[in-house]
């Protein structure tokens, strides 16, 4: 069916990309291309915190990513509350702000780098063979290395989870609210334009993107009509005037200088404090900050956006989960809540590599040596222009239905990356991805020759279900994290992302104008199995999986009397009062998109319903205070 191309061994290193890196880095500091961090974002008050001289808010929201910033900036703005927004980072790297640099920030300081245990059949061509999860950690949060895409999930994907205040009109409407887009291209929605949350077209290596409609269309795929979820759309980016635009930009920027709106970076929160025994409420929060431990006051509320992984990781730390569990750790025991951290699930990707000829017609298919990539660095410290302003993922995505499902809804998506001959932004991609280095160096080896084209595609309807739990030697450090990729009884998981990969090597056959073939990349582990044998292709897949940006279901949301929820409805703990959490975890099922919109929507909503309820409090008090001031007059 494809032809085998067998390259020889070699490694070439990161240099090249550290030296570049660095020269970012030095010139926007030194020049200060990119603006200063104090004068973008709110000011830093952990030192003030330090000092004991601000101590008490009435709402603490950790974590600044997308769902704690959009919770910040509703609850800040009618003035009535003071909220304290804690990062357990910093401000945003100027590599951060630079798009093209995207693939240098993961594995980086700016992210979390979960290492996962040993999954059975997913990344066994990693180093050490694990995989890991990338979350950011910086003000930002993963909006701050992530890949700058914008799309909403689909209004079946959060009917799915089955509540009417999370259903698919609640989060359209907030979709629209938010969004700020005034190009022409469309998506099931349409778009909402003049709102906070800026997006635009991304206009990025066309001509690959051309080709591959082209060849697309040969095997059935079409572009995506309005109102229908299958198909091929553009993608937006979230930049603007050629920087990242993260979700502090759009969230925090505007609000900034709000009285009432405080910030503290570089903060860990350890664990929650928990009031008992009989009325169980959030207090507060206890923070190491430079290792110095301190406690906070919130005299209203807690809001946990840490992500699903930190979420779940700090209520278990406050005590709440399982009394044995928790009794075999030391660890307090405040509230029962069998469910914190199960039901973990993740969108997983599978990348295949495409080599391309030399000589294809529309690829842009020149070299990509050190002097292109000066060039591009100048024009784009220059003028913001060029191959920096983007990630260097195409522009478009293929939604596409594999197997019969009795729906028209996607199982698969697929993203592209074109690499030119020696391009360095594969060199980035596979320092990212940490593959066993004899699989790097066979990639590379190959893109000394040739153009390729990286096929991403991901299971973005997971039925498979891993759990999180506390690293027991260390009960701060990362913690335990089982992906149970590919475990759901039918392994249709499995089935479906193998139906994606028949259909991209399928999809290289009518690719013959750009000999396209899929590559025997010499996996070690697959070494005793024939090249595109069955065997070999699931040897290939075990190998190549990977957990992609969208995990959830952490901290589930279900009806008050269900043990396998967390939060209710409202977002609150079903057993702590003033405690909530406002991000993906809280989602049974995730959407079948990337997920920022979807994680910044729910950290607005939740905003909405804080609002409401605490207004309530207030306007009660306040008609109480003013009938008591005219019985005295
Ligand atoms: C590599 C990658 C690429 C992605 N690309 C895209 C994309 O192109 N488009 C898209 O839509 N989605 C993408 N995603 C997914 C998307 O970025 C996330 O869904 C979204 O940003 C998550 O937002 P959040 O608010 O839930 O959490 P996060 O962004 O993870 O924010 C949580 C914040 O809490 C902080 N925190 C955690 N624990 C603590 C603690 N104990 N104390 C204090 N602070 C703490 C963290 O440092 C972090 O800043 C990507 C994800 C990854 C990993």
Same mark, same amino acid.
Request: charged share 25%.
């Given at each position: 069916?494809?032809?085998?191309?067998?390259?020889?061994?070699?490694?070439?290193?990161?240099?090249?990309?550290?030296?570049?890196?660095?020269? #970012?880095?030095?010139?926007?500091?030194?020049?200060?291309? #990119?603006?200063?961090?104090?004068?973008?974002?709110?000011?830093?008050?952990?030192?003030?915190?330090?000092?004991?001289?601000?101590?008490?808010?009435?709402? #603490? @929201?950790?974590?600044?990513?997308?769902?704690?910033?959009?919770?910040?900036?509703?609850?800040?703005?009618?003035?009535?509350?003071?909220?304290?927004?804690?990062?357990?980072?910093?401000?945003?790297?100027?590599?951060?702000?630079?798009? %093209?640099?995207?693939?240098?920030? @993961?594995?980086?300081?700016?992210?979390?780098?979960?290492?996962?245990?040993?999954?059975?059949?997913?990344?066994?061509?990693?180093?050490?063979?694990?995989?890991?999860?990338?979350?950011?950690?910086?003000?930002?949060?993963?909006?701050?290395?992530?890949?700058?895409? /914008?799309?909403? =999930?689909?209004?079946?994907?959060?009917?799915?989870?089955?509540?009417?205040? !999370?259903?698919?009109?609640?989060?359209?409407?907030?979709?629209?609210?938010?969004?700020?887009?005034?190009?022409?291209?469309?998506?099931?929605? &349409?778009?909402?334009?003049?709102?906070?949350?800026?997006?635009?077209?991304?206009?990025?290596?066309?001509?690959?993107?051309?080709?591959?409609?082209?060849?697309?269309?040969?095997?059935?795929?079409? $572009?995506?009509?309005?109102?229908? +979820?299958?198909?091929?759309?553009?993608?937006?980016?979230?930049?603007?005037?050629?920087?990242? /635009?993260?979700?502090?930009?759009?969230?925090?920027?505007?609000?900034?200088?709000?009285?009432?709106?405080?910030?503290?970076?570089?903060?860990?929160?350890? +664990?929650?404090?928990?009031?008992?025994?009989?009325?169980?409420?959030?207090? &507060?929060?206890?923070?190491?900050?430079? =290792?110095? $431990?301190?406690?906070? $006051?919130?005299?209203?509320?807690?809001?946990?956006?840490? =992500?699903?992984?930190?979420?779940p990781k700090?209520l278990l730390l406050s005590?709440i989960g399982?009394?044995?569990?928790l009794?075999?750790?030391?660890l307090?025991?405040?509230?029962?809540?069998?469910?914190v951290g199960?039901?973990?699930?993740?969108?997983?990707?599978?990348?295949?590599?495409?080599?391309?000829?030399?000589?294809?017609?529309?690829?842009?298919?020149?070299?990509?040596?050190?002097?292109?990539?000066?060039?591009?660095?100048?024009?784009?410290?220059?003028?913001?222009?060029?191959?920096?302003?983007?990630?260097?993922?195409?522009?478009?995505?293929?939604? #596409?239905?594999?197997?019969?499902?009795?729906?028209?809804?996607?199982?698969?998506?697929?993203?592209?990356?074109?690499?030119?001959?020696?391009?360095?932004?594969?060199?980035?991609?596979?320092?990212?991805?940490?593959?066993?280095?004899?699989?790097? =160096?066979?990639?590379?080896?190959?893109?000394?020759?040739?153009?390729?084209?990286?096929?991403?595609?991901?299971?973005?309807?997971?039925?498979?279900?891993?759990?999180?739990?506390l690293?027991?030697?260390?009960?701060?450090?990362?913690?335990?994290?089982? %992906?149970?990729?590919?475990?759901?009884?039918?392994?249709?998981?499995?089935?479906?992302?193998?139906?994606?990969?028949?259909?991209?090597?399928?999809?290289?056959?009518?690719?013959?104008?750009?000999?396209?073939?899929?590559?025997?990349?010499?996996?070690?582990?697959?070494?005793?199995?024939?090249?595109?044998?069955?065997?070999?292709?699931?040897?290939?897949?075990?190998?190549?999986?990977?957990?992609?940006?969208?995990?959830?279901?952490?901290?589930?949301? %279900?009806?008050?009397?269900?043990?396998?929820? *967390?939060?209710?409805?409202?977002?609150?703990?079903?057993?702590?009062?003033?405690?909530?959490?406002?991000? +993906?975890? @809280?989602?049974?099922?995730?959407?079948?998109?990337?997920?920022?919109?979807?994680?910044?929507?729910?950290?607005? $909503?939740?905003?909405?319903?804080?609002?409401?309820? !605490?207004?309530?409090?207030?306007?009660?008090?306040?008609? *109480?205070?003013?009938?008591?001031?005219?019985?005295?007059?």
């Amino acid at each position: 069916m494809y032809g085998v191309i067998k390259y020889d061994v070699s490694t070439v290193s990161g240099s090249l990309l550290n030296a570049f890196v660095l020269l #970012i880095n030095t010139l926007f500091f030194n020049v200060k291309l #990119i603006g200063d961090p104090e004068q973008v974002y709110p000011k830093d008050i952990s030192e003030k915190i330090l000092k004991e001289q601000e101590t008490v808010f009435d709402f #603490i @929201i950790v974590g600044g990513g997308a769902a704690g910033c959009a919770v910040a900036n509703q609850i800040t703005e009618n003035g009535l509350w003071k909220v304290l927004l804690i990062e357990a980072g910093d401000y945003p790297s100027p590599s951060s702000e630079v798009p %093209g640099l995207f693939t240098t920030l @993961i594995r980086s300081g700016e992210d979390w780098n979960f290492l996962m245990l040993k999954e059975p059949r997913a990344c066994l061509g990693l180093r050490e063979s694990r995989c890991r999860i990338s979350r950011g950690k910086a003000l930002g949060g993963t909006s701050a290395i992530g890949n700058l895409m /914008y799309i909403g =999930g689909l209004p079946e994907d959060y009917d799915e989870n089955g509540f009417v205040q !999370w259903d698919g009109s609640i989060f359209r409407d907030i979709f629209m609210h938010l969004e700020d887009y005034t190009g022409s291209e469309q998506s099931y929605y &349409g778009h909402g334009k003049g709102g906070l949350l800026h997006f635009e077209d991304a206009v990025y290596n066309e001509s690959a993107k051309d080709m591959l409609e082209v060849h697309y269309i040969k095997v059935g795929s079409k $572009r995506m009509p309005k109102r229908h +979820s299958l198909g091929m759309i553009s993608h937006f980016l979230m930049t603007k005037n050629g920087e990242r /635009y993260n979700m502090a930009k759009v969230f925090l920027t505007p609000i900034k200088d709000r009285p009432n709106l405080f910030f503290s970076k570089n903060t860990l929160v350890e +664990s929650i404090q928990i009031s008992e025994p009989v009325d169980k409420r959030a207090t &507060g929060v206890n923070v190491s900050i430079n =290792g110095i $431990r301190l406690s906070l $006051r919130a005299r209203k509320e807690v809001i946990l956006a840490a =992500g699903p992984i930190n979420n779940p990781k700090l209520l278990l730390l406050s005590g709440i989960g399982e009394r044995g569990y928790l009794d075999k750790l030391k660890l307090p025991y405040k509230a029962y809540m069998p469910a914190v951290g199960k039901y973990l699930q993740m969108h997983v990707a599978l990348p295949i590599y495409v080599s391309l000829n030399r000589t294809c017609p529309t690829c842009e298919p020149e070299v990509y040596n050190e002097t292109t990539l000066y060039q591009d660095t100048f024009e784009y410290i220059l003028q913001r222009k060029g191959r920096f302003t983007h990630t260097g993922v195409n522009n478009f995505v293929n939604y #596409i239905l594999t197997k019969k499902t009795g729906t028209t809804l996607p199982n698969l998506s697929v993203q592209h990356m074109y690499f030119r001959i020696e391009d360095r932004n594969l060199l980035a991609w596979l320092e990212a991805m940490d593959y066993h280095p004899k699989i790097a =160096g066979r990639l590379l080896s190959v893109n000394k020759l040739n153009p390729m084209m990286m096929f991403l595609v991901t299971l973005i309807h997971p039925l498979s279900r891993g759990e999180l739990n506390l690293n027991e030697t260390h009960l701060l450090g990362d913690p335990s994290i089982k %992906g149970a990729i590919f475990s759901d009884e039918e392994s249709s998981d499995f089935d479906t992302i193998l139906s994606g990969f028949n259909y991209i090597t399928n999809l290289t056959t009518v690719m013959d104008d750009l000999a396209a073939e899929f590559m025997d990349i010499d996996i070690p582990n697959c070494r005793n199995y024939k090249f595109c044998s069955m065997r070999y292709v699931k040897c290939y897949i075990e190998n190549m999986v990977f957990p992609m940006g969208g995990v959830g279901g952490t901290t589930r949301m %279900g009806p008050e009397c269900d043990e396998t929820a *967390v939060v209710k409805e409202n977002l609150e703990l079903r057993r702590v009062r003033c405690l909530r959490v406002a991000d +993906s975890s @809280i989602l049974r099922e995730l959407p079948r998109s990337n997920t920022i919109a979807t994680d910044a929507a729910i950290g607005y $909503r939740l905003g909405e319903i804080l609002k409401e309820k !605490w207004m309530k409090d207030y306007e009660a008090k306040f008609k *109480v205070g003013k009938e008591e001031e005219e019985e005295t007059e």
